[in-house]
């Protein structure tokens, strides 16, 4: 698992890079130096700042809908995969690139996060059933499956005021 998070970290940057390049190249060979370099540094500083807009306004959905939800576990479930999603989503894309800008919008856009809820989900619940997550709402802690079914009677009469999410150290 590490060796493939460090293969990753160094991949992406270096494909970005290389990308980044080329992209300059190519508009540079159009434009000019003088204009090439500042119409990619001016893609690169667009993308981002139409990434932070849109992640503040699917963030400000999310946190609408979660707190709509608090009452259902399996929206819950739903809706705080799409916060993590919003979450990485505004992080690849304030990450300077144009893969990571593809990906970040791809977890920004409502429609495009459904291809990605339901793997993020089965995750996040396989986690919660080993032991590698805990999720609290207020005083139920959830340490597996089963829990979810309880905190969801529970949870129905009153949606909990805290929902406190720890991951332990994954090896």
């Excluded at 809706?79 to 979450?87: E, H, N, S």
């Excluded at 429609?111 to 999720?135: A, C, E």
């Excluded at 905190?151 to 332990?168: C, F, L, N, R």
């Amino acid at each position: 698992m590490f060796f493939k998070l460090v293969l990753l970290l160094t991949v992406i940057p270096i494909a970005e890079l290389y990308l980044i390049l080329k992209v300059h190249n190519q508009i540079s060979a159009i434009f000019g130096n003088g204009f090439g370099f500042l119409i990619s540094m001016g893609i690169v500083i667009l993308t981002g700042i139409i990434g932070a807009r849109l992640a503040k306004q699917q963030g400000l959905t999310v946190i609408r809908k979660l707190q709509e939800t608090t009452s259902n576990p399996e929206l819950l479930t739903d809706t705080l995969a799409d916060g993590f999603m919003v979450l990485i989503g505004g992080l690849l894309l304030l990450t300077p690139g144009y893969i990571t800008d593809l990906l970040g919008f791809t977890f920004l856009i409502a429609k495009m996060r459904d291809i990605y809820r339901k793997p993020l989900t089965h995750w996040f619940l396989k986690q919660i059933s080993q032991g590698n997550l805990y999720v609290n709402f207020g005083s139920q802690p959830m340490r597996n499956s089963n829990a979810w079914e309880q905190t969801s009677q529970k949870s129905s009469i009153q949606g909990p005021d805290i929902i406190d999410i720890e991951a332990e150290d994954i090896k």
